[in-house]
T-cell receptor, first 108, second 115 residues
Framework: GESVGLHLPTLSVQEGDNSIINCAYSNSASDYFIWYKQESGKGPQFIIDIRSNMDKRQGQRVTVLLNKTVKHLSLQIAATQPGDSAVYFCALTDKLIFGTGTRLQVFP | GAGVSQSPSNKVTEKGKDVELRCDPISGHTALYWYRQSLGQGLEFLIYFQGNSAPDKSGLPSDRFSAERTGGSVSTLTIQRTQQEDSAVYLC?????????????FGPGTRLTVL
């Protein structure tokens, strides 16, 4: 069946370092991918999206890379800050499929 | 409103009781989604309302679950005869358009605990 998995349930980084969170998916027909950030006790918050006709998209301090050949999606956060601590998960939005998430912990 | 709101924020109920969860989407958003988030699990799609069309109920786990959306705005998710496995955070999201590629904005969720 369709699934979305994260490579690591938890990622610990030092403040100022770059973070990379990965996501693998099995559905090859998805056209639209989103990364969400979810802080404790809050709903998911949109970070950045990418469509299947792109392989890279950049935002403020964040970059999403899409490799359709190996069905892999990654989120890169530059100069990680304590406020970035949260659970991050990818979503195949048009298929309503969501990953389980990676908990990012940022240490001073 | 400024964002999607949900009520109550927390609900504790006894097994076998019925519960109603409410979602107020962003004003003007035509699409509304309900999801369930269990500990350690990804979001599980439950139901999707798109404009005036019949809702997509394909994600509802059993006939104990139902939802309605009145006047194209507020939605209520009802769980009848609650079971302990229904304990989870129930999230609502809305999007401006009715296509699934439109960005969904989530509410803070309702944490349901069934004793």
């Amino acid at each position: 069946g369709e699934s979305v998995g994260l490579h690591l349930p938890t990622l610990s980084v030092q403040e100022g370092d770059n973070s990379i969170i990965n996501c693998a998916y099995s559905n090859s027909a998805s056209d639209y991918f989103i990364w969400y950030k979810q802080e404790s006790g809050k709903g998911p918050q949109f970070i950045i999206d990418i469509r299947s006709n792109m392989d890279k998209r950049q935002g403020q301090r964040v970059t999403v890379l899409l490799n359709k050949t190996v069905k892999h999606l990654s989120l890169q956060i530059a100069a990680t800050q304590p406020g970035d601590s949260a659970v991050y998960f990818c979503a195949l939005t048009d298929k309503l499929i969501f990953g389980t998430g990676t908990r990012l912990q940022v240490f001073p | 409103g400024a964002g999607v709101s949900q009520s109550p924020s927390n609900k504790v109920t006894e097994k076998g009781k019925d519960v109603e969860l409410r979602c107020d989407p962003i004003s003007g958003h035509t699409a509304l989604y309900w999801y369930r988030q269990s500990l350690g699990q990804g979001l599980e799609f439950l139901i999707y309302f798109q404009g005036n069309s019949a809702p997509d109920k394909s994600g509802l786990p059993s006939d104990r679950f139902s939802a309605e959306r009145t006047g194209g705005s507020v939605s209520t998710l009802t769980i009848q005869r609650t079971q302990q496995e229904d304990s989870a955070v129930y999230l609502c999201a809305s999007s401006l358009h009715i296509t699934r590629t439109d960005t969904q904005y989530f509410g803070p969720g309702t944490r349901l605990t069934v004793l």
